[in-house]
């Protein structure tokens, strides 16, 4: 049988950036690897979308355990989708960074238009979409993000995504408790997605999982990164994209060419242009052509 999942570029470096973790965390995502392997996968590829400044590059790093993006603290560096690509013992991860959906203030079109032109004859495996635990509310403007993605690209992209929510050593406001907190900050989110994908309240959940990207993230006894929940992110945050890739209901989204040129198409605006013209040449013409004599004649008479 084939293995399934996306073919990796040429020349794909050897990821050496898992040999940095803790060894607790290397047996853990070798265990996750070896899942992906028995589903017959030898590749996956995951799209990472979000906002500018919610810590979508900074999470690609952690996946990776080395830099493959470059971070900036005052302004996005990723001003057009880029693919990184890593192998181990015959098996590909490949991670799409893509630029901010937002720009001064607006979603960007130039953003979204990139977006889908890249993953054009590109198949993706699993969606994250990046948003911020320190954030304490949805405006807005989250909601025509995710209007957007779903008007461009399809509820499908949904079906395929885990919400990732960043800076998650917060300590929360008010004495709240921190499961708590998490529990408000990811229904708020999730509410806000199934209006824009048009989802039944039957529809599964979108896992979430929080990360701590920064240096200052807590460890355990095993020197793995935790959250102030205990919960060891980075294998967590593996194993359940695995768990989207592997399950009854996993499918691979891919952009076709309608998506690049519009849900119809680019034939069907100039197709419509012809009846149009001929409506106006029949009939639209006609009438203003007699009202504008019928207007002649009247001011003639009253002269």
């Known amino acids: 049988m084939e293995a399934r999942g996306s073919s990796a ?23 996750l690897l070896a899942r992906l392997r028995k589903d017959n996968r030898d590749s996956l590829t ?52 893509t630029p901010g959906l937002v720009e001064a ?16 004859d590109r198949p993706v495996d699993a969606v994250l979409y990046v948003d911020r635990l320190d954030s304490y509310r949805v ?9 957007t993605l779903t008007r461009i690209f399809g509820p499908l992209l949904w079906k395929i995504a885990l919400l990732v929510l960043t800076r998650g050593q917060i300590v929360p406001p008010d004495g709240t408790n921190y499961s708590e907190f998490v529990s408000r900050r990811t229904e708020a989110l999730r509410e806000a997605i199934h209006q824009a994908a ?22 355990n006894d095993d020197g793995e990164k935790v ?13 359940n994209i695995v768990e989207v890739v592997t399950g009854e209901k996993a499918s691979t989204y891919t952009v076709d060419e309608r998506t690049i040129k519009g849900s119809h198409g680019s034939w069907w605006p100039k197709l419509m242009t012809i ?12 009438l203003i052509r007699a009202q504008v004599f019928a207007d002649i004649d009247e001011g003639e008479e009253e002269e």
């Open 46 to 97: 995951i799209l990472v979308l979000g906002k500018c400044g919610v810590g979508k590059s900074s999470t690609v790093n952690s996946i990776f355990g080395e830099r493959v993006c470059v971070v900036s603290a005052f302004q996005s560096e990723t001003i057009r989708p880029t693919i990184a690509s890593r192998t181990r013992a015959g098996f590909t991860l490949n991670i799409i960074d």
């Open 139 to 147: 405006d807005s403007l989250d909601h025509q993000v995710m209007t």
């Open 275 to 286: 009846p149009l013209f001929l409506f106006q040449l029949k009939v639209v013409y006609p």
């Open 105 to 120: 203030g607006c979603v960007s079109d130039e953003a979204f238009d990139a977006i889908r032109k890249f993953l054009l």
């Open 9 to 31: 570029p040429n020349g794909v470096r050897e990821w050496m950036g898992i040999m940095q973790f803790p060894v607790a965390t290397q047996a853990s995502l070798h265990d």
């Open 198 to 219: 048009k989802f039944k309240k039957s529809d599964p959940q979108i896992p979430t999982v929080v990360v701590e990207n920064s240096g200052r993230c807590a460890t």
């Open 227 to 239: 959250l102030p929940d205990k919960t060891v992110w980075i294998p967590n945050l593996v194993r």
